[in-house]
């Protein structure tokens, strides 16, 4: 679509083809994401749900700013975990919460759009401001020390781990792939359905304003 890209060099996925590749990406995390969605549906019948999804946590975003879990409170939350340096479903799901946040018009200032990132050794304040460059301004990219994303990852129950190149010193990040849905007091709802129209997603956020 004219006005967005996906930068580093990432040609802009057609959005025909989108769903297969984030299938792809997403391949490493799907036993963790399955359990989230099963225990939404209540497909573990008797068993006891896990405790809540959310906690406390402090990072930084792009701009130098702190951003801690009392940030969430007073708007809808939408959080996506991921890294810069990820090649395909990390700028596909930037993409389209972009596009959502477009969608939404003036009543995307009410709404807080968040990239964690699981990468904290590449990923400094400068380079994630860089980065989301070429996505909407809404969004902020939140990074931290080792040990402030080891906190916030346990506290929102992210799969991440890092998977080493067969050839040189580089890596990937084997990570969960879920949209969290974050209510107004900065609760866990639940994981926000992006495989729907920009527009569609944009009215049922609003839902929560």
């Not at 402090?58 to 701009?63: E, F, N, P, V, W």
């Not at 972009?98 to 964690?116: C, H, P, Q, T, W």
Request: charged letters at 20%; one cysteine or more; glycine letters at 10%.
């Amino acid at each position: 679509m004219p006005g967005w890209h996906l930068g580093k060099g990432i040609p802009m996925t057609d959005r025909a083809t989108r769903p297969l590749v984030i299938f792809a990406a997403f391949a490493g995390s799907l036993a963790i994401g399955l359990l989230v969605v099963l225990w939404l549906a209540g497909g573990f019948g008797g068993v006891a749900k896990p405790a809540p999804i959310g906690g406390a946590f402090q990072l930084t975003d792009q701009s130098g700013q702190t951003v801690t879990e009392k940030s969430l409170q007073g708007r809808p939350t939408i959080i996506f975990f991921g890294y810069t340096h990820c090649p395909d479903v990390c700028p596909t799901s930037l993409f389209e919460m972009s596009e959502v946040l477009r969608a939404m018009g003036k009543d995307a200032d009410r709404v807080n759009a968040y990239f964690i990132s699981v990468d904290p050794e590449r990923d400094t304040t400068a380079v994630m401001k860089d980065y989301l460059g070429s996505f909407d301004p809404h969004l902020k990219g939140l990074t931290g020390n080792p040990a402030m994303i080891s906190k916030v990852l346990s506290e929102f129950r992210v799969y991440a781990k890092k998977v080493p190149a067969k050839d040189g010193d580089d890596y990937t990040m084997d990570h969960t792939a879920l949209i969290y849905l974050m209510d107004k007091k900065g609760n866990f709802v639940a994981p926000f359905n992006l495989k729907q129209t920009p527009e569609a997603a944009a009215a049922d956020l609003k839902r929560y304003l």
